[in-house]
């Protein structure tokens, strides 16, 4: 069965230094990952997708992830992180043929200035 | 402007009342889903319809109903048998059997009177 766990369910960073959200994953074939933002009271954006081709995978407003069979990790990263990046991000793994996604229960990001 | 709409924004429930949420899309989308988020759970499946006339049940069907009479038109009711109905509920859609890109609505806030 799939699933995934996200590390953090708080992460703290200041305007300007690096983001870095743990998600880990298991599932007994080669997964389909992704990474959604969901601004307060909002629904939710893709941000990025892994779906076997290349293992760093860049996504919109600077965001990327890199998906590592070893350590079974899908780890989202920014270098450097803006205000508007205050949201809460979930990382997702695909239920298989069924096509249908299992969520992490998130972690919120807050930037401070 | 294609997209995803909701509605109402906000909803309230008596007991022993069922409330209908609306859902509907106009991005020519074959798959719709529902979901409810919770704080700290992520988001949980709760139907999905891949195409008209023909719906499954999700992670957490019970005390939900669906239907799916329009391929643009997705409503979910909340019934008297949901005993913890207080929630935010998310709308999506995606094309056939592409679940890992679903485009979601901007939800509807549930609350118990």
Known sequence: ?113 | DGGITQSPKYLFRKEGQNVTLSCEQNLNHDAMYWYRQDPGQGLRLIYYSQIVNDFQKGDIAEGYSVSREKKESFPLTVTSAQKNPTAFYLCASSIYRRAETQYFGPGTRLLVL
Not at chain 1, 26 to 53: C, D, E, I, M, R
Not at chain 1, 75 to 101: I, W
Request: proline letters at 4%; aromatic letters at 10%; one cysteine or more.
């Open chain 1, 1 to 113: 069965a799939q699933s995934v766990t996200q590390l953090d369910s708080h992460v703290s960073v200041s305007e300007g230094t690096p983001v870095l959200l743990r998600c880990n994953y298991s599932s007994s074939y080669s997964p389909s990952l992704f990474w959604y933002v969901q601004h307060p009271n909002k629904g939710l954006q893709l941000l990025l997708k892994y779906t076997s081709a290349a293992t760093l995978v860049k996504g919109i407003n600077g965001f990327e992830a890199e998906f590592k069979k070893s350590e079974t990790s899908f780890h989202l990263t920014k270098p450097s992180a803006h205000m508007s990046d205050a949201a809460e991000y979930f990382c997702v793994v695909s239920r298989g043929s069924q096509g249908n996604l299992i969520f992490g229960k998130g972690t919120k990001l807050s930037v401070k200035p």
